[in-house]
């Protein structure tokens, strides 16, 4: 089977979305400052070319289209939590803990890879695939706690600059929804061919859609309220 029409013009928009991310960042030559974001959006771009002809050449219920699928998946999950990382540098840039963040961010990146291994371990016959799956629910798990407590992060030192709020609070949203997809198809399992399977394609839109309008309508120099960051906390 291959992609029907409706994915067809989800992965034509989320094309357009994540290199317009790119055109953006390079066309206010702001490249050094977010190389992270510059690095997954065009590798997360030749991920769904690369989904798209895999799709049509082998059919989207291939054991080949699933590994490709789920893996290439993973990777840019992996992409996407050095992202945070770095916000996580920005964020604490006058405290000089650069290091320590990289070193406490590798090593939660190695335990979440052995813990995958390890819970699926038992069932030999169906390891690849199952650690795939595992691995990748596993990594929008840690990736949505690392944003949460960034959140925190950025509340608790009163960080004002609208841009980076803006990215970072994108970036949670996403990983929320993510990972309530997630959470629902491991409880009700019954609803995996009903409007669950929409629901990933639809939320990966989200992500190159809000840092594109974060990176067009905001700059580094704009600063928000006090009472404007509160506000996006509570809302």
């Not at 819970?119 to 690392?146: K, W």
Request: charged share 15%; aromatic share 16%.
């Amino acid at each position: 089977m291959k992609l029907g029409v409706v994915n067809l013009l989800i992965w034509i928009v989320g094309l357009i979305l994540q290199a317009s991310v790119v055109f953006c960042v390079i066309l206010r030559r702001e490249f050094p400052k977010y190389y992270s974001i510059c690095l997954y959006m065009p590798c997360s771009l030749l991920a769904d070319l690369g989904l798209y002809f895999s799709a049509e050449r082998l059919g989207v219920d291939s054991q080949l289209y699933f590994y490709y699928y789920y893996y290439s998946d993973t990777l840019l999950s992996i992409l996407l939590y050095f992202v945070i990382i770095h916000f996580y540098e920005h964020v604490f840039i006058e405290m000089n803990v650069n290091r320590y963040i990289r070193g406490a961010a590798t090593f939660l990146l190695i335990s979440t890879a052995i813990f995958s291994y390890l819970v699926v371990h038992q069932h030999q016959d169906s390891l690849t695939p199952r650690f795939a799956v595992e691995l990748e629910q596993n990594l929008n798990f840690v990736g949505v706690v690392l944003i949460y407590l960034l959140w925190g992060a950025v509340l608790k030192l009163r960080e004002t600059r609208m841009r980076l709020v803006q990215l970072i609070l994108a970036m949670g949203i996403y990983f929320s929804g993510i990972t309530a997809v997630y959470a629902v198809r491991n409880l009700f399992p019954a609803v995996e061919d009903s409007i669950l399977r929409w629901a990933p394609p639809l939320i990966g839109l989200w992500l190159p859609a809000a840092w594109t309008y974060a990176f067009i309508r905001t700059s580094d120099d704009q600063r928000l309220l006090t009472s404007e960051l509160e506000s996006k906390a509570t809302a």
